[in-house]
């Protein structure tokens, strides 16, 4: 018999079903049911399955092409045109769908409420502009030094040592460093086919994010820069550089499909352009606390369902 588990949800509003364990009369195998609600942003075939994204998760998940999936296969693909949330269930321990249910209205009425084609606008006072090298460089050590397994670290901490999911969270909460210490950012969106390595492993994403400071150069030209400890841990780099380690071809296949810049209020943008806040960070918090304990490249990524979204 099959086992099922919840895939990342879109967490709308309490459950009572929600990891409630059941059991098969005729096996009297336990099943274990977490209803996640997520909205699906993509869906390609390749290799005879289908490779699905969701918002927020980086990781790829995938649905074999057969015929008992047709039905599943042809909501996700409803899902994705109409950004809207669906029920998704994976095996145990893995990325791949088994179980594809219907949203409630209730459900599709929340995500509508939340995921937005709207930019709202940063109305801080915040610098725009870091005044030199020094700074930025003094302010990526305070960023790294708030990487989980580090003593300087506070709580939560960020997940630098986990690079397999949770990027929004992490930038959201880089983001919040800077704007403590008085200085605003933006935020760049890298979609594709992506393979990063941490050199000791490898990792598949189906987008990346990280923040993109600007600061003025020894000649008083401003640049900018991609601050990301997961990727790099010596110091901030060019946005080129950052999308060359998102596309390490000795993990794989790569291609980047597109990229984008955002304000950095913005905490999750579609491939198509729909936008996520979580200006009061209880997402990015918990999510962060959800992956504080993991490094490496292991996966599934585990459930952050009880965070919201």
Known sequence: ????????????????????ETVNPQSKEVVMKEFGRTVPT??????????VSFILSAQPYEI???????????MISQA???????????????NEIAKVEKATAEDVRYFKSVFTKEERGVTNRL????????????????????????STASSPCITFRYPVDGCYARAHKMRQILNN????????????????????CCVSWVYHVAILVSFKNASGVVEKRIIDPSLNSTGPITDTAWRAACTNSTCGSTSVSSFTNTAGNVYYRSPSGSLLYDNNLV??????????ALSGCSAPVPSTAHCGF
């Open 42 to 51: 993509g869906l390609d075939k390749e290799d005879g399955k289908y490779k």
């Open 64 to 74: 074999k092409d057969t015929k008992e999936n047709e039905a599943y296969i042809s």
């Open 127 to 150: 610098a725009s502009v870091i005044p030199d090298l020094a700074t930025l460089n003094s302010l990526f050590t305070q960023i790294k030094n708030q990487s989980c397994g580090t």
């Open 283 to 292: 997402n990015t918090n918990c999510t962060l606390t959800a992956f504080s």
């Open 80 to 94: 994705v045109k109409n950004e809207t949330p669906v029920q998704i269930f994976l095996k145990a321990n893995s």
């Open 181 to 200: 210490a008085g200085y605003e950012c933006e935020k760049q969106f890298v979609y594709g086919n992506l393979r990063a390595s941490t050199g000791t």
């Open 1 to 20: 018999m099959m086992v099922f588990v919840a895939a990342l949800s879109f967490n709308a509003c309490s459950d009572s079903n929600a990891n409630q």
